[in-house]
């Protein structure tokens, strides 16, 4: 079936911190195929496999050298093989990472292009000459082609000595753009992708993908105050090309190829509008899009390492705006069409662990939180994304210092931010709450030393309650965070009104209520599915004055509404159970 994603749940690892087969400290190929029965036993339909190709790990594997190797850190591609062959074996697909916005420096493209101003790559790539600044040698700190910054801390432009140019980078200077103006560089990149999909693979997860189109040229942007560079957002975000280019590598890798794919665009910045050009089947450009904007109700003002709490109707109505746009549409002469889809998640390689950002983390609390939330999201439509250790409640970990962190975001903002004047203490509580590095520590496996991930010592340390939260006292143990989503992933699979229910949010303006209504209409008649969550510490006000049943009756809903609806969740009740509605 073409659309057999609409009913799956996709399950990410990132390898270095999934599991550690050969005791060096990192996670590897071999230790995923290690734990497929684990994935089995959850019941996820997909991995999605972080990047594992060959790559000096500047940004753990997201800087590329060779897309057509696996990096020894991580194995061989006879692992990769074995990988592939043990999930198909288990029904579940594999889809890899794709980092095509930059390569590494070290990638045999970028030497070839940084050779000479007159080599063949050298377009493949974004070359610019210094800005002539009155008093300033080219090259020099002020004569970057704009004032863009990169997402890693200092400018988007690094000089290059020996050619006398720079090259755009807007991540870290490892991690150089490719010029997708460039035909040569699309095809390139197309035929690697049917590489791995004929060797196997089922599709891509497309790394800020939507960066791909620059808007030329390329210009100065605003910047804001207190900012040290001007954000370059605008100019390459959803830029003039992007539609072109994913419809002609849909054309090119994925019609030819039919049925088992799946692809999914990273995409920062993106609206609901843009997503509906992005996902529209007709259109044949991808099947779904990450979109950002409910994470970032986490941002301050000064950006990520800002942090604000949460508002929950802010949250609740920013989901469902995304729910709504997204919808099936009536068709012509009846029936309904998809014209778009949404994927749901809380968290992945580069956000903080959700039950300590949107839930609550404290011991008495968490267990409770993490299904709560998962709840939640399950109940939306799209495609559910569950990160590696989400479904044990992993949470954020503890930092002392900043000799605790590994990534390169983390650790270049807090140097420039220090070199700027900024008090290192206060950078150091700030940091904690959204690094990425609180969803890398190593999968929390058993309560034995490190966790069972390693035998040797790992490349980041655990977190430090994994003698409470791990798999091997949550696997088969009712009523653990484990069992809940193993509860709500089949669900979505036995029940098409889970899959498919058109959405509806309830007592939107309600303070710690999250309510949701799913409604089908099936050969059988209506199907309905209700979740009620209690969001928050204390017991929900159901009926009397002020109770969430007088808010719902307040938008029109009777008790009868709902009353044959099978319940996801109640309040104060954290277990997935069918039952009826309130009454
Ligand atoms: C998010 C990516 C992130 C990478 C970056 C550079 O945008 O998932 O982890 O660091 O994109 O490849």
Known sequence: QEDWWRHAVVYQVYPRSFADSNGDGYGDIPGITSRLDYLDALGVDVVWLSPAYRSPQDDNGYDISDYQDIDPLFGTLEDMDALIAGLHERGMRLVMD??????????????????????????????????????????????????????????????????????????????????????????????????????????????????????YPLADSPRGEGQLYGSGFDAVVNGPRIHEFLAEMHREVFAPRPGHILTVGEMPGVSTEQALLYTGPQRAELDMVFQFEHVGLADGPGGKFDPVPVDLV???????????????????GGGLEERGWNSLYWDNHDQPRAVSRFGDDDPAWRRISAKTLASILHAHRGTPYVYQGEELGMTNTVFTGIEDYRDLESINHFHERVEQGDDPDALLAAMPVNSRDNARTPVQWSDAEHAGFTTGEPWIAVAPNYREINAASQVGVAGSVFEHYRALIALRHDEDVLALGAFRLLAADHPSAWVVLRELEGPGGAEQLLLIAQCGRGDLALSGAGGLWEALAAEGLEAGDWSGAEVLLRAGDPEVRPGSGPT
């Not at 070839?112 to 600044?133: L, M, N």
């Not at 802010?314 to 012509?332: D, G, H, I, V, Y």
């Open 98 to 215: 794709l980092v095509v916005n930059h390569t590494s420096d070290e990638h045999a493209w970028f030497v070839e292009a940084r050779s000479s101003r007159t080599s063949a790559k050298r377009d493949w790539y974004i070359w610019r000459p210094a800005r002539q600044v009155e008093g300033l040698a080219p090259g020099a700190p002020g004569t970057e082609p704009t004032n863009w910054g990169s997402a890693f801390s200092g400018p988007a432009w690094a000089w290059d000595e020996a050619t006398g140019e720079f090259y755009l980078h807007l991540f870290s200077t490892k991690q150089p753009d490719l010029n997708w103006e460039n035909p040569e560089v699309r095809r390139a990149v197309y035929d690697m992708m049917a590489w791995w999909l004929d060797r196997g693979v089922d599709g891509f997860r497309m790394d800020v993908i939507n960066f791909i189109s620059k808007t």
């Open 314 to 332: 802010a949250l609740k109505t920013n989901l469902a705006s995304w729910q709504e746009a997204l919808a099936p549409a009536p068709r012509e």
